[in-house]
């Protein structure tokens, strides 16, 4: 049954083959059954002779060769002045040798990609180097070649020949069915015709291929404006067309003819077909037996049948010498006859390369003119002559304009390897020639010079050309080598083509039929198309003849127009505005990107700004209303005007009757007070435009007070009531209308007023400090009367609490500055002020000691009351903000003198007040004032050693410090106190010193640079493992790939054509692809949170993801702008290219006739499109995400990180074109994508739960604490955050925060500080005024995600740093720490003792932490964790009001016991910054077993950066290592 069904099939197949083979293929294909392919369109040419490659691969020989050119100006140029036509052949015969040559022979098709070879142009060659330069070549570009060849000497290169050997009217109908289906008329057997008269073929609107050359305007025709014909060497010249119109008649007056004679055939797919069979045996007939005979000038042997055996294709030196003898007969141009024989034009050949159409349109019959000048025009002499116009004329390309085609023909045969000239006679059984005049001896008697030329030029006959030697054997006709090879190769084709009319077998004709077109001539053809009449169209049509008053002529030179000349073409041009204009926009996107979150950012602040100011003016109003009812003069609303760059702030403005004007804020807080009291005059401007709503007054020694009011008239009723305090206190007032451009351009602002007190505390402090500062040496070089105005500058109360970092209304700062203003004016004088700093900076301790006593004896008597030593503790304990109230403070005053046997005492002398401060004296004694940006100034080592030895004794309270449970700090402290010691000092704390000095370590320094470099790698191992391993990948994948372009894929073309410019942007490719997918998975964070739990945490650093994300994408960035660069020059030298070198791209498809332009390279493809698209995504996204943008416009960065999706999307569409590749993105995307929508998805199932919020709650420094439901199944550890989205504000804008509960809690809260408008909006939102029934909005949760924080519980030691809103992880961390106490869990964590140090400016601003802290030292029995407090806002440890507060903490601990006066804790509190690397040191000394401290810290970057330093340096100084794990807000 199988072999049934085989043999079944095997009868199909013979069938289906015998019934096609009825029908001749266009292509060639099929017609030996045996050999489908023999001779068919695209088949290798024949090498029938062994090639001559120097390597017998594929490289041509030239080297020992002379110049192509060289050979053609030397033998072939033609004696213009002396040349005549040939007596026998006119022109229709000639240009008839290249319709011949195009039906059976198509090579001019060059490889892909381009292969060049030069040829040396001579010096002062007329038409290539006319200017003399003696460096000029002419191009030559490889024929195309069969790409499975060329790889092997076994193998050697073949060339392609794009036609079909056989003569099956490829010249009319093309090589493809598909071709030939568009020059079919619909409906009917004829070729589509223009006009009703079927003179001319429909027009191109098809657009079907053709070769298309510049003409002579150097412009390519635009091919719809071309005739539709099926060959597409068609337009070279007049005649060929004229040629392709004549057998486009000719087929339709077969159709005609066919439809009258056989009325049966109705198909109009037969009819076609059979005028295409008719037509294809005519051609036949007319080239075998009319016209090869004429040109081989002897009989064609009789057909012999059909030869399957016998191979019809073309053979190379057919191709490449044979055949292009006929280019000794084409003359060089086309004489144009009426119907009259009356020359009417002679189009010279030169000059109508492809402008052929032009000259068959130039009149009505202008076709059958030219046809008719051809007739009765004789062609060139057959000698190796050639024209003028084929040897220095011939079309070229747009940047080759005119080409030698002689020399052409000679690099032809080089470019095939045929071999020399005697080779190739000894291969075709001719005799070998021995001397150059053999080759033609009569021709050698009549020119002997030519031969002694070619002597010169070849020196061995050896190295003869094929194509020059063949054509030195011309005698009247083609010598012996060419007629043998002519004759070979037709025979060839005749008796192995199938279709051929003569073959019998094939039954196509009949051999009535065979006879009838054995008689059909061109002359016949010339008679049934009606082109010419009867008496113009002899019987030989390719003959010479004199007919009817129509006699022949030879055209020569003088009788037609010049040659265009030779130039080149630059592609790039009309490209240079779009260049430039491109890659400007390129550059300027990132810059209107920033521009643009610049203007974002502005509208935000615009739009915060005005509801601020309604809310302001609400305020004020409704202040406003209540005050207007009674008071001491009434308030006034208003905006100040601060500066050019700064906002308004609202005001409200109340003039006092004793001449003072108070400015408070919205909220009643006082900005400044004005007084005016004790001035002489005052000057007010006011404004004449604007609505006259500006007022200006100049305050001497002050900054303006510039105001803008709502309207005019609440301007005057606030200059009205100044006015009249001003004169009822007898001062005068100065009102002067100004324009509001020039009050404000005029007014001193508080800007200006603090850049001249920059500069007077710039020169008190170089007098008191002596510093290198001189305001001469300013870059705005200050004058003599600039110094002045710093001299003569005075210091308003509130200028002075501001450099002091306390409040104006600060009973401290009252008294100081009653205490300087020695004139009473109200102000501190430049002398003044600097005799204070000296006094705290320079003078003894006595000194200081006698000031600050005297700013309390306001009375002066050297006596202070229990009372004043009450308000002066009072207003230091106020400045730290402690809360402790007036009896507290009175117990405190009386523990301090009880303590001091002053309890008597009712009055304190100077003498008492220093025995009172005698526990701080080792303090007070180096103690000065902290000014406010200024650095830290001590007294020098000659003052500390006079205090030394006058006797001074430094207290023992540091060992009072020491003795506090566990504090990291006080440890810290007692260690660098202890350094300072005197001997005898030393000796008391010696216990110690001894405990800890036994571990210490002392470092050669050439050792510490390699020290600080090992432990900088130990820390951070993993992230320099892993970074490793990432940029090691990234470059690899650049480095392959640029590898792969630059060698690998040599052959390709591509470098050739973009140089290393394709290897770079392929490399960067590449690597973009990788880092764009791995983007993906640093974002998957509930994959990262569950990696944490498992063994890969210990290994992969997976708290640095969001900072590894950063590294992928500026690394992405780099590559990206790499690649972006790459193809600025890639684009460059494609635009520069022939449409013709652009064949390397498969999936871009160019039209010959089009040249792409550099918008083509941009906007006319889609890899370009999306390109472009690309980087305007990119460049949105990038600059979105910078932290400034994320800081100003979060709901920006929040919605343009969300075209990440189009990103990958255009990246998909951008490769998908496969211009130079495979896509290769997928590989990459595919895995990470999978995993980012898994995670993904999983974080969607979590948000679309909606929870609710049980408890909020405002609390001071702008924070909000939420509470609310836990979900099921909700796991989480202390330090985690998750992200949550408010549905009134976004269901899908999520925002990360820290968990403030602890795992064992059934409720989840967080604590949010409000920065930006989102969190003020949550804020306002969740005020519990506003939902007094407690109804909140509700909110999605997403999480809980991973953090460092997190793996506090991994070490044995862990030290917790968190700096403004950065403690909520700790919150939660305490929490839990405290929890697993309480339960007695403590074993199952590794941690046995946590260190928190809390930074803080105040410890007001987070009073919700201290419930945490002091819920902890209840708990906290063994003292395992130890808080230390550091209030920033206050002054540093060497500020003397500083030393006087520790004396109250000290006492106050001691009365509460043990717990702080400012916080309520037992935790250390201190003022200034920590010292960590002290601390860090104090802390292994502590423990000094444990190898490994674990440290973390969450804050500002600050914060950070001081861990990341000392946890380096306590590394280098100790034996403990120091990890630090961090989080930046």
């Not at 569950?1090 to 650093?1101: A, K, M, Q, S």
């Not at 507060?1445 to 003022?1471: D, M, N, P, W």
């Amino acid at each position: 049954m199988k072999s049934l069904v085989i043999y079944t099939a095997f009868l199909y197949n013979v069938f289906f083959l015998v019934e096609s083979h009825k029908v001749q293929r266009f292509d060639g294909w099929y017609n030996n059954l045996a050999y489908p392919n023999w001779g068919s369109a695209g088949e290798s040419l024949i090498h029938n002779i062994t090639s001559a490659y120097i390597d017998l691969t594929y490289i041509p020989r030239l080297d020992d060769l002379p110049s192509a050119r060289d050979v053609s100006n030397l033998l072939f140029r033609q004696d213009i002045a002396n040349t005549s036509g040939h007596s026998k052949r006119n022109a229709l015969f000639a240009y008839f040798g290249q319709v011949v040559t195009y039906e059976i022979v198509d090579s001019d098709q060059v490889s892909c990609p381009a292969e060049l070879l030069t040829i040396s142009v001579p010096k002062c060659d007329e038409a290539f180097d006319s200017a003399c330069r003696g460096n000029g070549v002419m191009p030559y570009e490889r024929i195309k070649y069969n790409t499975d060849t060329g790889q092997s000497p076994n193998n050697p290169r073949r060339q392609i020949n794009s036609a079909s050997s056989y003569i099956d009217a490829s010249f009319v109908y093309g090589t493809s069915s598909v071709r030939a289906s568009f020059l079919r008329q619909p409906g009917t057997g004829k070729l589509a015709s223009l006009d009703l008269w079927e003179k001319f073929p429909d027009l191109n609107t098809v657009r079907l291929p053709y070769h298309t050359f510049p003409n002579k305007d150097n412009k390519i025709a635009n091919p719809e404006t071309l005739w539709r014909f099926g060959d597409e060497h068609v337009y070279e010249n007049p005649a060929l067309l004229s040629f392709g119109v004549l057998f486009f008649r000719y087929h339709n007056s077969l159709v005609q003819k066919i439809t009258r004679q056989n009325t049966n055939i109705t198909s109009a797919v037969d009819v076609f077909y059979k005028a295409r069979q008719w037509l294809t045996a005519s051609l036949q007939n007319i080239i075998m037996y009319e016209w090869l005979p004429k040109l081989l000038n002897t009989e064609v042997p009789t057909y012999e049948g059909y030869k399957g055996n016998l191979e019809p294709g073309i053979t190379a030196v057919f191709d490449a010498a044979a055949i292009r003898y006929i280019l000794t007969l084409i003359p060089m141009g086309i004489r144009v006859l009426d119907d009259k024989c009356t020359t009417k034009n002679k189009v010279r050949l030169c000059t109508s390369y492809f402008d052929s159409q032009r000259v068959l349109t130039n009149h009505e019959h202008a076709f059958e003119d030219v046809i008719r000048g051809l007739l009765f025009q004789e062609a060139e002499k057959e000698d190796m002559k050639v024209v003028p116009d084929i040897l220095d004329k011939f079309f070229g390309p747009l940047h080759y304009s005119r080409h030698d085609h002689v020399s052409y023909t000679i690099m032809k045969g080089r470019d095939y390897g045929l071999p020399d000239y005697n080779t190739v006679r000894q291969c075709i059984g001719l005799r070998p020639i021995k001397t150059f005049e053999d080759i033609n001896p009569k021709l050698a008697r009549e020119n002997p010079l030519l031969f002694n030329k070619t002597r010169h030029l070849y020196g061995d006959i050896s190295k003869l050309d094929l194509f020059v030697g063949g054509m030195l054997e011309t005698n009247d006709g083609p010598g012996e080598l060419f007629t043998t090879i002519i004759q070979n190769q037709f025979y060839n084709i005749r008796h192995g083509d199938w279709f051929w009319f003569e073959n019998t077998k094939s039954k196509i004709f009949t051999d009535e039929e065979i006879e009838e077109i054995k008689n059909i001539k061109l002359s016949d053809i010339l008679l049934s198309t009606n082109t010419l009449e009867h008496e113009h169209v002899p019987e030989d049509a390719f003959s010479v003849h004199n007919l009817s008053g129509c006699n022949s002529e030879y055209l020569s030179a003088e009788q037609m127009s010049s040659c265009p000349d030779h130039h080149g073409y630059d592609y790039f041009k009309g490209s240079e505005l779009s260049f430039i204009i491109l890659w400007t926009c390129f550059g300027i996107i990132p810059f209107v990107c920033i521009l643009s979150a610049y203007a974002a950012a502005k509208c935000r602040n615009w739009k915060h700004a005005n509801v601020v100011r309604k809310m302001q003016t609400r305020t004020m109003k409704t202040g406003g209303r209540s005050s207007f009812s009674g008071g001491e003069g009434s308030k006034h609303m208003a905006y100040e005007w601060l500066d050019e760059k700064e906002d308004e702030r609202a005001v409200v403005l109340k003039v006092k009757p004793q001449c003072e004007i108070e400015v408070d804020s919205c909220t009643g807080r006082r900005l400044r007070t004005i007084k005016l009291f004790n001035q002489e005059s005052v000057y007010m401007m006011t404004s004449s435009n604007k609505g006259r709503t500006y007022t200006s007054i100049k305050v001497p020694k002050e900054y303006d007070l510039v105001l803008r009011f709502n309207n005019s008239a609440d301007r005057q009723m606030f200059e009205n009531e100044v006015t009249r305090a001003l004169e009822a206190n007898q001062i005068q007032c100065n009102v002067v209308e100004e324009r509001a451009q020039y009050i404000l351009k005029s007014a001193f602002t508080q800007k200006k007023r603090n850049l001249r007190l920059e500069k007077f505390f710039k020169s008190v402090f170089s007098e008191a400090f002596q510093m290198d500062y001189d305001p001469n040496l300013e870059d705005d070089q200050l004058e003599r009367q600039q110094t002045n105005e710093i001299l003569e500058t005075e210091l308003t109360k509130e200028e002075f609490a501001q450099a002091l970092a306390v409040k104006p209304n600060s009973e401290f700062v009252e008294n100081m500055f009653t205490m300087l203003d020695t004139d009473r004016n109200g102000y501190i004088s430049f002398r003044d002020f600097l005799h204070m700093v000296v006094i705290f900076s320079k003078g003894s301790c006595q000194e200081k000691l006698q000031t600050i006593f005297g700013m309390f004896d306001v009375e002066g008597r050297g006596i202070l009351q229990k009372a004043d030593l009450t308000r002066m503790f009072s207003s230091l304990l106020d400045m730290a903000n402690s809360n402790l109230n007036k009896a507290a403070v009175n117990t405190l005053i009386e523990s301090i003198c009880k303590e001091h046997g002053l309890e008597e005492h009712t009055e304190i002398n100077f003498e008492n007040f220093c025995q009172i401060l005698s526990p701080q004296m080792d303090k007070l004694w180096n103690a000065g004032l902290d000014w406010k940006g200024r650095r830290k100034c001590l007294p020098n080592n000659n003052e500390k050693k006079r205090g030394s030895e006058n006797g001074r004794r430094r207290s023992s309270a540091s060992h009072e410090i020491i003795k506090r449970k566990g504090s990291v700090a006080s440890l810290s402290q007692a260690t660098e106190e202890d350094g300072n010691r005197t001997p005898t000092d030393s000796r008391r704390s010696s216990d110690v010193r001894t405990r800890f000095i036994a571990i210490r370590e002392e470092y050669h320094p050439a050792k510490a640079k390699l020290k600080t470099f090992t432990h900088f790698i130990e820390n951070n191992r993993q992230h320099i493992f892993f970074l490793v391993i990432f940029f090691g990948a990234t470059f690899a994948l650049f480095a392959e790939r640029f590898y792969h372009y630059t060698v690998e894929r040599e052959h390709s073309g591509l470098r050739m054509i973009m140089s290393y410019g394709i290897s770079v942007t392929r490399g960067a490719a590449a690597a973009m692809s990788f880092t764009f997918s791995i983007l993906l998975l640093t974002m998957c964070r509930n994959l990262i949170t569950w990696l944490r739990g498992t063994f890969l945490n210990l290994y992969v650093p997976f708290d640095s993801h969001v900072a590894f994300h950063k590294v992928v994408a500026w690394t992405a960035l780099f590559f990206t702008c790499l690649h972006i660069i790459g193809y600025g020059f890639n684009f460059y030298h494609l635009t520069t290219q022939p449409t013709s070198h652009l064949c390397i791209f498969d999936s871009i498809v160019l039209r010959s006739e089009f040249q792409p332009t550099f918008n083509f390279w941009f906007f006319g493809n889609m890899t370009g499109f999306t390109g472009v698209l690309l980087v305007i995504c990119i460049c949105i996204i990038y600059v979105y995400a910078t932290q400034t943008a994320r800081r100003l416009i979060f709901n920006g960065f929040w919605l343009t990180h969300k075209l990440i999706v189009v990103m990958y999307i255009l990246t998909i569409l951008h490769g998908a074109s496969t211009i130079v590749q495979k896509p290769m993105f997928f590989a990459y995307f595919i895995g990470p994508a999978i995993l980012f929508t898994i995670d993904k998805m999983i974080s969607m199932s979590r948000k679309k739960t909606e929870l609710d919020v049980i408890r909020a709650e405002k609390l001071p420094s702008d924070i909000t604490h939420i509470e609310f439901k836990r979900p099921a199944n909700f796991d989480y550890q202390s330090g985690q955050w998750v992200r949550i989205a408010c549905l009134t504000h976004g269901a899908n804008e999520y925002h990360p925060f820290t968990l403030t509960s602890a795992p064992h809690e059934d409720t989840l809260s967080l604590h949010i500080r409000a920065l930006g408008p989102w969190t003020w909006n949550i804020r306002q939102e969740f005020d519990p005024e506003n939902h007094r029934d407690g109804s909140y909005p509700h909110i999605y949760l997403d999480g809980p995600y991973g953090a460092g924080q997190q793996d506090w519980y991994q070490y044995e030691v862990s030290v917790l740093v968190g700096a403004g809103i950065g403690v909520t992880p700790y919150a939660s961390i305490l929490k839990d720490f405290v929890h697993m106490a309480s339960i007695k869990n403590m074993f199952k964590m590794k941690c046995q003792k946590l260190y928190f140090i809390w930074v803080t400016g105040s410890q007001r601003h987070f009073e919700w932490l201290l419930d945490i802290i002091r819920e902890v030292e209840d708990v906290d029995e063994k003292g395992l964790v130890s808080v230390d407090i550091f209030i920033t806002q206050f002054f540093q440890q060497f500020d003397m009001r500083t030393a006087m507060l520790y004396i109250c903490e000290e006492h106050f601990q001691k009365l509460s016991g043990g717990r702080s006066v400012f916080t309520g804790l037992k935790a250390s509190t201190h003022f200034g910054r920590p010292q960590l690397n002290s601390m860090f040191n104090a802390v292994h000394r502590a423990h000094p077993m444990v190898k490994k401290i674990g440290v973390f810290s969450c804050g500002p970057p600050g914060i950070t950066k001081s861990v990341e330093r000392g946890c380096i340096e306590a590394s280098n100084n100790t034996r403990a290592l120091f990890e630090h794990h961090f989080e930046n807000f």
